[in-house]
């Protein structure tokens, strides 16, 4: 199995453009799809990007995402911060039997 | 309206055993694998299991292995969670969540609420 590493925390002032990484250990990060989910303190989590860079109806194009190889990396930009995009944001993969997340990153809206 | 709600999460003494319930509505259940998903107080998401729409393939992260079993009934639009042997290090929300309509990868697109199981003495 392989894991997703993320930034434990990020901040960022409103208006500002964040970007989150998320680090695949071992095999490409090109190989499976990335999704990334957003979840708000007390709430369920909410998809914000799936297939890498798509991004469900109802998300703003303020959220976007893209992988790179090189890195071995995916990422989770958010343009124009909001101080309602305060929250956990978690990156998930998978493999042919199992489900990866990174550990999460809180962002702060400052 | 697509929703998911988890429910027999109860506070249970180590070694002890408990079934979660997933009762799905607003969608076709038996299009769909679903998932179990636990967050523990304070920490982050970790997955659980997965079941194919038919239950003929399950799946299971190493620290469930052995004592967790995942199952579902699709005459019921339900899905099942048996927890044996459990551990504190079980205490947690788990959540149940269904994975999306694309039938080539494994993502989550509509989580329940979660329910809370506590293993304590």
């Known amino acids: 199995n392989f894991m997703l590493t993320q930034p434990h925390s990020v901040s960022e002032s409103p208006g500002k453009t964040v970007t989150i990484s998320c680090t695949r250990s071992?095999?490409?990060?090109?190989?499976?799809?990335v999704q990334w989910y957003q979840q708000r303190p007390g709430s369920a989590p909410t998809t914000v990007i799936y297939e890498d860079n798509q991004r469900p109806s109802g998300v703003p194009d303020r959220f976007s995402g893209s992988i790179d190889s090189s890195s071995n990396s995916a990422s989770l930009t958010i343009s124009g911060l909001k101080t309602e995009d305060e929250a956990d944001y978690y990156c998930?993969?998978?493999?042919?039997?199992?489900?990866?997340f990174g550990g999460g990153t809180k962002l702060t809206v400052l | 309206e697509v929703q998911l709600v988890e429910s027999g999460g109860v506070v249970v003494q180590p070694g002890g055993s408990l079934r979660l319930s997933c009762a799905a509505s607003g969608f076709t259940f038996d299009d769909y694998t679903m998932h179990w998903v636990r967050q523990a107080p304070g920490k982050g998401l970790e997955w659980v299991s997965l079941i194919s729409w038919d239950g003929g393939s399950t799946y299971y992260a190493d620290s469930v292995k052995g004592r967790f079993t995942i199952s579902r009934d699709n005459s019921k639009n339900s899905l099942y969670l048996q927890m044996n042997s459990l551990r504190t290090e079980d205490t947690a929300l788990y959540y149940c969540?269904?994975?999306?309509?694309?039938?080539?990868?494994?993502?989550?697109?509509?989580w329940g609420q979660g329910t809370t199981v506590t293993v304590s003495s």
């Open positions: 998930q993969s998978y493999d042919s039997s199992s489900v990866v």
């Open positions: 969540a269904k994975d999306n309509p694309a039938d080539y990868y494994y993502g989550m697109d509509v």
């Open positions: 071992s095999g490409s990060i090109a190989s499976n799809y």
